[in-house]
């Protein structure tokens, strides 16, 4: 997963510690992002479903052209790790298997769920870019901020990197 998140930093120009935006993203991919408000051909009644609920993040909900549909109320630096976790599942070539019966949102696998977690972190934090960070001394609150991501997700890529922080 990391080096597949090296390769596509790299392929978009990025070297590991520069934050990258969901939108550099968006627009390699060409994709089109929607919220609960503007997704087009929804029920009224889905759209509010979509609308009044923190329980979902987001969903591809076409594949060409790629149209992906992130939840507004999460905090920004949320929405870029769900559009992340997104692209991840385009990267890695996910199917999607049916609907969520409450969401009307598609599903996934749950090995592709995780697989989507990881590689969405590595996007978002790669290992190295941590590393950089951890040497500069920086702190997870600072290195939230320089990646545009939250602490939660600081502290799991710290996890799963096995790097120690002082
Ligand atoms: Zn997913």
């Known amino acids: 997963m990391e080096s597949i998140a090296t390769d596509q ?3 978009l120009g ?23 408000e503007t997704v087009p051909n929804t029920e009224a009644e889905q759209v509010k479903i979509l609308c009044d609920s923190d329980n979902w993040s987001a ?18 630096t949320r929405q870029e790790s769900n559009l992340m976790h997104e692209f991840a ?8 298997v049916g609907c969520d019966p409450q969401t009307g949102l598609p599903q996934r696998r749950q090995q592709d769920e995780d697989e989507a977690v990881y590689l969405g972190g590595c ?22 901020l320089h990646f545009n991501a939250s602490e939660e997700m ?3 890529r710290i996890n799963v990197s096995g790097i120690d922080i002082v």
Do not use: D
């Open 9 to 11: 930093r790299h392929h």
């Open 14 to 36: 990025f070297k590991a510690y520069q934050p990258l935006s969901s939108k550099v993203l968006v627009k390699y991919f060409k994709a089109q992002t929607f919220t609960a």
């Open 59 to 76: 969903g591809i909900i076409r594949k060409n052209p790629l149209c992906i549909v992130h939840n507004s109320r999460h905090a920004p």
């Open 89 to 96: 599942h385009v990267i890695l070539k996910h199917k999607m």
């Open 123 to 144: 996007l978002q934090i790669p290992r190295r870019g941590l590393l950089w960070a951890v040497q500069k001394k920086m702190t997870v609150a600072q290195i939230a």
């Open 154 to 156: 600081v502290n799991f």
